[in-house]
């Protein structure tokens, strides 16, 4: 049996990674269905993936301090974020290569 | 002729933050007391080459793509652009927070403690390494595509 004490920061920003890569996909199909956004995404900073680009790191940190404030790590095993971090990949991969696929 | 330079120097600093994170994920097959700081040395700098490729790389995107991107929509190739560069410059993301996830995982000492820390490390560094080259190998496609619009498709 595995202790679990993966270590605040590591579970915090694992987490983070996996909300944060979905959330960029979906930003994708969000952005390119709605000219509004991708416009005011453009405005915001010049160009609609800059604007991306700091929505995505911006979040990571957020979210990666807010989820390592709740300890996370305490009783998470490495095993699980292993799996956090193949899915999140996978996921936002699917996500982005499905969405141009179809489009 | 800048933007060919600019366009390369982003090609380098990817193949080159592959290429080390190949070498990193060696190297961390083999942990232990004595290359535990070349390893995390070598983490950082991964994270700093993909950092670079990320802001040279996207400079050259929003500054000097557009020739090339108006080249690819009306040549043989337009899918080059439609599909593969739309996919590239928004599947990098995942590889930025890969990249700077991982010195938050190999700099502390639970890296040599735990067994399973090292798997997580190993983890992130084969997904570094394949979305690298997949990466470089979207980056050929788009360039062919350039090439078709350019050729006429010959």
């Keep these: 049996m595995i202790k679990p004490n993966s270590g605040k920061y590591i579970a915090g920003f694992g987490l983070s990674f996996l909300v944060v890569s979905i959330a960029s996909s979906l930003l994708v199909i969000l952005k390119e269905d709605n000219a509004a956004l991708k416009n005011w995404m453009k405005g915001l900073l010049g160009h609609h993936w800059v604007t991306h680009g700091a929505f995505v790191i911006f979040l990571f940190l957020i979210l990666g301090f807010v989820f390592s404030g709740m300890r996370l790590g305490k009783n998470w095993t490495e095993q699980r974020l292993m799996t956090l971090i193949i899915a999140g990949t996978i996921l936002g991969g699917l996500i982005l290569g499905g969405f141009f696929l179809f489009e | ?154």
């Design chain 2, 1 to 154: 002729m800048l933007s060919t330079w600019i366009m390369m120097s982003h090609v380098l600093f990817g193949v080159l933050g592959t290429l080390l994170a190949a070498a990193l994920f060696t190297d961390m097959r083999n942990l232990n007391a004595s290359n535990l700081k070349r390893i995390q040395i070598m983490s950082l700098a991964v994270a700093t080459l993909i950092v670079i490729a990320y802001l040279v790389g996207g400079y050259w995107y929003v500054v000097h793509y557009g020739p090339d991107k108006a080249l690819i929509i009306a040549g043989q190739w337009p899918w080059a652009h439609e599909y593969f560069m739309e996919v590239k410059e928004h599947l990098f993301f995942i590889l930025l927070l890969l990249s700077l996830y991982l010195p938050m995982v190999t700099y502390g000492k639970r890296l040599i403690e735990r067994d399973g820390m090292k798997k997580l490390a190993l983890t992130i560094t084969g997904l570094i390494i394949l979305l690298g080259l997949t990466m470089d190998g979207f980056g050929a496609i788009i360039a062919m595509g350039v090439r078709m619009g350019l050729s006429g498709g010959k």
